[in-house]
């Protein structure tokens, strides 16, 4: 079973651009969800899919926004990026929606916004 | 609205010592509750949650965690503090209100080692 992975590790950016990054869920997982970390905080949830379809929403722009493909892998979008932008950008995927599943978190890519 | 607060941004303890990592939480209805932790330039790895069994968790590499619905905690101790313990740790709530489970972490703590 390999676990979650993400490209690119590291990314910087400037200030009105716009960023595509990914995200590799374990094989037969239904659902990715995607956190913002900024520096010195918790996770902050970004949106959810499940099978390919929006499942959630967190207090996050439109500018954000997100893809989940049949073949497990996923994208963020962010769209005229902030200064506030720049954070460890963490995806998470779990088998459905139930709270006992597990979210295997992969290890991140540091987003750095000029 | 869930909630959750950690005292104290860092912990310091010295090897082999109790480590103890607090969170409260707040919630309308019987909580989610969940530990994390998060080594440099890594994801976040479970250590354990809470689902409405056991007040008494027990979660990876010696950690446990104690539900106490009175007062609103969910504190992770370890009787004996490892230098590879040092880490960022997470504490998390998720109610299902709106019909999701979407958690809600805390700021986090960064434990200190000492040898």
């Known amino acids: 079973e390999t676990g979650v992975t993400q490209s690119p590790t590291h990314l910087i950016k400037t200030r009105g651009q716009q960023v595509t990054l990914r995200c590799s869920s374990q094989?037969?997982?239904?659902?990715v969800s995607w956190y913002q970390q900024a520096l010195g905080q918790g996770p902050q949830f970004i949106f959810q899919?499940?099978?390919?379809?929006?499942?959630g929403r967190g207090n996050f722009p439109p500018r954000f926004s997100g893809l989940q493909f049949p073949n497990y892998s996923s994208e963020l979008n962010v769209n005229a990026l902030e200064l506030d932008d720049s954070a460890l950008y963490l995806c998470?995927?779990?088998?459905?929606?139930?709270?006992?599943?597990?979210?295997?978190f992969g290890p991140g890519t540091r987003l750095t916004v000029l | 609205a869930q909630s959750v607060t950690q005292l104290g941004s860092h912990v310091s303890v010295s090897e082999g010592a109790l480590v103890l990592l607090r969170c409260n939480y707040s919630?309308?209805?019987?909580?989610?509750l969940f530990w994390y932790v998060q080594y440099p330039n890594q994801g976040l790895q479970l250590l354990l949650k809470?689902?409405?069994?056991?007040?008494l968790v027990k979660g990876i590499n010696g950690f446990e965690a104690e539900f106490k619905k009175s007062e609103t905690s969910f504190h992770l101790t370890k009787p004996s503090a490892h230098m590879s313990d040092a880490a960022e740790y997470f504490c998390?709530?998720?109610?299902?209100?709106?019909?999701?489970?979407?958690?809600?972490f805390g700021r986090g703590t960064s434990l200190i080692v000492h040898p």
């Open positions: 998470a995927s779990s088998l459905g929606l139930e709270m006992t599943d597990t979210q295997y």
């Open positions: 094989s037969g997982h239904n659902t």
């Open positions: 899919y499940y099978r390919e379809e929006e499942n």
């Open positions: 919630s309308s209805v019987p909580p989610y």
């Open positions: 809470y689902t409405s069994a056991a007040t």
């Open positions: 998390a709530v998720s109610d299902g209100t709106g019909g999701s489970y979407i958690p809600t």
